[in-house]
Structures are given as C-alpha cells and as structure tokens.
C-alpha cells in the first residue's frame, strides 16, 4: 500500500486539501492528512489532529490559539509536523509528502519535509516558489512548484497546477514504496563508508561550476580509481551550504574543495554566495581537504542589466542569460587571499592548498579574457603570507586549474593526506 501524507492548514485551505486527497484516492493512493493550521475550524476531517501537531511540539493548542501569535504558531506547528512526519516515516506510514500554501503553509510543510532522508519524494506547491526557495528547501530535496495564482479555491488556472503535483507525487511514491530509497548521513556512516549501494566506498565532496569542470571532473575520476565515491556540488550557493552541512556531519573521508567563486560572491556582493561559513566545516571536523582557489578570478551577479553600476566599467561578461561575471581585481584577489589563509588557518585536520599558477578557471587560463597573473599572483602571495608558519602544505603546479594534470594532482594528494591521518 502506497501512502501520501498530506500536510496542511485545513482551516485557511481545507477544500484544496480536499481536493488533493480525492485525486489521490483515485490513483491508488491511501492518504494521510495533518492538520496544522490553528484558529480557524478545518474544512475537512483531519487523520493527524491539529492538537496532536501542537503536542508533539510541546505545545498545548489551546494555549497557542488564546495567545494570538501568528509567528509562534507557525513556528510551533511546523516543529509539531516534522515531528509527526519523521513518526509516521519511521512507523512505515509515509511514501512520499505533498503540501501546498503561501508563505506561512510553505514554511510549516518544508520545516517537516527537510526532516525525511533524501530520497523520500517530497512536493510542494507554493506561491513562494518562483522566489529565493533557499529557506524553505535548505539542503533538502524538494520538489517546489510555483502555483502561479494564490492558493486561494481551486479555478481553471489552479487544477491543472494541482493536477500535476497529484500525479508527481503519487508517480514517486508508488516508485519508493515499491523499492525504498532513502538515505540518511547517519545510515552512510562516518567518513562516509557504507550505505545504500556505496559498495564500502568512502565518500569524497567536491566542488564545481561550468568553469572548473575539466579539473575536478580529472579529480573526480582520480578518486574513482583511487577507491572512492565522488559526490560533486555546484558552487552555487545552494551547493556549498550542502557541502558543509553534510561535511559538519563527519559525512565525508575528505573533501577536494577546487571551485571557490562562492567566497569571492560573499566578499564582494555576488548573488550566489554561500554564506560566511563556506569552507569552515571540513577543517572544523578535522576532515582531510585539499583546497585550490579555483574561479576565484570572478564575481557572479544576475542577467547583465541588472549587474551593480559600480562594476560596470570592468570586463563583464554574459554567463548565461541569468548570470553575468566580472574579473576580480588585484586588490580583491588579495582580499580573498587573505581570507582564504584565515580559513585554513582554523583547520584542525590535514590540509593543504593547490595552487594553479596559470589561471583559476576557462576565463582566466591563458589565451582566456579573464588570464590576469598579476591579479592571481596577488592572491597567492596573500595565500602564502597568510599561511606562513601553519600546518597547511601549499603546493604550487605550473599550470591552470582546468588542466587534467592539475586535478589528478589534487587528487592524488588528498589520497595521500586520508592515508596519512589513518595511520
């Protein structure tokens, strides 16, 4: 039997839920539903009450409901489902998750969804969806679906939307039920050794984007050979989040962190930035990582008229229609060189620094537009004044990041590095 649970605010959208457990019914579909709104009366009979949500948050509903707070139970009611769909997940109850809202329902339903292991689908129809969804998905893998009007009744505009997420939604579920693919970190073990399908490889993170990827894709296949799984993260943002959430977890036996641009957004206003924690966890956890400043030679801002008119004057460059770059100076590189030292400076595991000393990406190999040495060279002295009197290795290679030499050499030492720390 294959089991969808629903999850929603049966008061503000109770016959849209209605309407989605009806749909299910006629696939094949046994249906679950959990009531999280608070004040108003839910539309529909709920199978999880709203008072058992706000128990299993430690909450009494009647106290939340007299108290008036809208933020304190939203709050409340999505740490209640999380706790009800991780039960129901762990009692068998639950194949896949679908839930729909604005802003407040979202908030609730991704707050429970994050909770299940990846791989257990998860679909949320939201009007947030065409915006920033980087607070409600995290570093989980949901589905988010823009509704495209409000989630206000159920119109010509609205069903066919719906529609859709019925049918995604019991398509993937009747595919977990039939053979369960989920995977927790813990269920990986630590360093990253076991799990669904690993075969006893341990896992290495590594990180890319469109202009590192003949260098690490070289490291990549290094590993492969070298006896481990290589999980790739694209420096998006999103990505290195990912990377450090799963690293601070113990999840990998060490991390090729080759691709940067992340850190050089954080500084300098770019639009895919990670966060000032990028690159910390790795060296927090004593993991072995080997780190170059792969595309640090750019700043990624939005399509090209939307790009700050303080950088306009530099070389911009069209990424894609979404994204435009602009070449680091040497003043900034120099600022990334330092924080870069500071970083690694923290490490409390085996680290050391590739340097490519003929480019940091496509742009800035030779014969490409962004190939500036005296600007990268300005970030490796930084590098290495910063580093001066550390336990970090710096390894300079005379050649640009992109160069498959220059991968396997990555790799290579960071095979050398895990060998070393288990001995």
Same mark, same amino acid.
């Given at each position: 039997m294959t089991i969808v649970v629903l999850v929603g605010t049966l008061d503000t959208k109770g016959l849209e839920y209605g309407w989605l457990r009806e749909r299910l019914l006629l696939r094949g579909v046994e249906v679950v539903v959990v009531d999280t709104g608070v004040i108003g009366s839910p539309r529909i009979p709920a199978d999880v009450s709203r008072a058992e949500v706000a128990r299993a948050a430690g909450v009494d509903l009647e106290r939340l409901r007299a108290e008036g707070d809208r933020g304190a139970a939203v709050t409340t009611m999505a740490r209640g489902a999380a706790e009800v769909v991780r039960r129901l997940y762990a009692e068998g109850?639950? @194949?896949?998750?679908?839930?729909?809202?604005?802003?407040?329902?979202?908030?609730?339903?991704?707050?429970?969804?994050?909770?299940?292991?990846?791989?257990?689908?998860?679909? +949320?129809?939201?009007? +947030?969806?065409?915006?920033?969804?980087?607070?409600?998905? =995290?570093?989980?893998?949901?589905?988010?679906?823009?509704?495209?009007? *409000? &989630?206000? #009744?159920?119109?010509?505009?609205?069903?066919?939307?719906?529609?859709?997420?019925?049918? !995604?939604?019991? =398509?993937?579920?009747?595919?977990?039920?039939?053979?369960?693919?989920?995977?927790? $970190?813990?269920?990986?073990?630590?360093? #990253?050794?076991?799990? $669904? *399908?690993?075969?006893?490889? $341990?896992? &290495?993170?590594?990180?890319?984007?469109?202009?590192?990827?003949? =260098?690490?894709?070289?490291?990549?296949?290094? +590993?492969?050979?070298?006896?481990?799984?290589?999980?790739?993260? @694209?420096?998006?943002?999103?990505?290195?989040?990912? /990377?450090?959430?799963?690293?601070?977890?113990?999840?990998?036996?060490?991390?090729?962190?080759?691709?940067?641009?992340? /850190? !050089?957004?954080?500084?300098?206003?770019?639009?895919?930035?990670?966060? $000032?924690?990028?690159?910390?966890?790795?060296?927090?956890? #004593?993991?072995?990582?080997?780190?170059?400043?792969?595309?640090?030679d750019l700043v990624k801002f939005g399509p090209l008229d939307t790009v700050p008119a303080r950088v306009r004057d530099r070389d911009v460059r069209v990424h894609n229609p979404s994204i435009s770059v602009v070449r680091t100076t040497a003043r900034e590189c120099a600022e990334l060189g330092a924080l870069l030292a500071a970083k690694l400076r923290a490490a409390t595991g085996p680290t050391a620094v590739c340097l490519p000393l003929r480019g940091l990406s496509t742009l800035g190999a030779p014969g490409g537009p962004y190939h500036d040495p005296a600007a990268d060279e300005a970030l490796f002295a930084a590098l290495r004044d910063g580093l001066r009197g550390s336990a970090v290795d710096i390894v300079e290679i005379d050649t640009h990041l992109n160069d498959p030499s220059f991968g396997r050499a990555a790799a290579d030492l960071l095979q050398r590095l895990i060998a070393d720390a288990s001995e």
């Open positions: 109850r639950l @194949h896949g998750v679908l839930a729909l809202g604005g802003s407040g329902g979202t908030s609730i339903a991704t707050r429970a969804m994050r909770e299940l292991p990846l791989g257990v689908p998860k679909v +949320m129809v939201s009007s +947030m969806a065409a915006g920033d969804v980087s607070p409600y998905v =995290g570093s989980a893998d949901i589905t988010m679906m823009y509704s495209v009007v *409000d &989630i206000a #009744g159920v119109n010509r505009l609205s069903a066919p939307i719906l529609a859709n997420a019925v049918d !995604a939604v019991a =398509g993937m579920a009747k595919g977990f039920a039939a053979a369960p693919r989920a995977v927790r $970190p813990a269920e990986l073990g630590e360093g #990253g050794s076991g799990g $669904p *399908d690993a075969g006893e490889r $341990p896992l &290495i993170a590594a990180s890319m984007a469109g202009v590192t990827t003949s =260098g690490v894709d070289a490291a990549r296949e290094r +590993m492969t050979e070298h006896g481990y799984e290589v999980l790739v993260f @694209h420096a998006s943002g999103t990505g290195g989040r990912t /990377l450090e959430s799963l690293a601070d977890r113990r999840l990998f036996a060490g991390t090729l962190d080759l691709t940067l641009c992340e /850190l !050089a957004d954080e500084l300098f206003g770019g639009i895919l930035t990670a966060g $000032p924690d990028r690159l910390l966890a790795a060296g927090r956890r #004593g993991v072995p990582q080997v780190v170059s400043p792969g595309a640090l």
